[in-house]
């Protein structure tokens, strides 16, 4: 029976206590302050415990810095994969231009790469910010995937209810425009798929892997949203995540659902984080989720790396243009 499960990955966001206060624009963030000494030995444990082997994308900034390097060292000793989530993590990469960009991507390769050993070939953009500009940038650097999409019509709902929460002046918020994304992200499919590089004909694609939202209604179900839902009922929580996956299983979608470090921090660990949703609950009412809503997940599908599912989107998709046309 196991071994006829359909394939699921899972990844977690390694963003960093200063990342989230940039983004809110707290003072104090300019320190980098991190938790990952913290937070990255209890989510080790957690997925050793449950036999899980996961993809975390990690901040170029973070491994900049000498204060992170054993915590960032051990998620690469425990073999999980090592992919990239931008250098400074903000928000509005999609606004910068492509030597920007191509110098963003390559500053955080090479610190992820100096302290971990690897040389990521996946790519996450930080606050679900992607462009043509940063795929192209990606497939001439030899990316094998991109995970940045968030097909979901809520993006602006949650932008509103962040900036509500906020002081940001006029210049921050117009920054910030594209938080959590925009309308025409609804547009996009849930389902991976090949994205082709700008220049047509030219053969060169890469695979995108969505942040899986609920098929059809497409509204998110990554963990951080049933932890919130769960902060008013549990039970709730729980019914909403199987009726998800039940919605993926009806239209065939594989998921790719979405940790971050906040689903691993209660109230008792992180006083700066007060403001964000869910954060009024403890770390083992938060940790009780995650370990429900994770065994509910294993149970349907076989939990794989983002690599290992772009691997599988590529084979049933065939091999992009350029190869095949060689061999026809
Ligand atoms: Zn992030």
Known sequence: MTNTKPLASLSLDLDNLWSYMKTHADPGWETFPSYLDLVVPRILSFLKERNLLITFFIV???????KNRAALKSLAEAGHEIGHHSFNHEPWLHLYTEEQIEAEIIRAEEVIENVTGRKPIGFRGPGYSVSQTVIDVLIRRGYQ????????????????????????????????????????????????YLWPHKSEGSGRQMVEIPVTTMPIFKIPFHVSYIIYIGSFSPALALLYFKFALRMCRLTGTHPSLLLHPLDFLGRDDIKELAFFPSMNLSKDEKLKMVSEVLRLYADYYKVVTMHEHAREVLA????????ASKSS
């Open 60 to 66: 170029g900034q973070d491994a900049a810095l000498e």
């Open 145 to 192: 995937y991109d995970a940045s999409t968030l097909p979901t019509y809520i993006g602006p709902l949650a932008r509103l209810y962040y900036f509500m929460t906020t002081r940001l002046n006029k210049e921050e918020k117009s920054k910030r425009d594209n938080l959590f994304g925009s309308i025409q992200d609804g547009f996009r499919p849930v389902k991976p």
């Open 316 to 323: 049933v998709a065939g091999f992009p243009k350029q190869a």
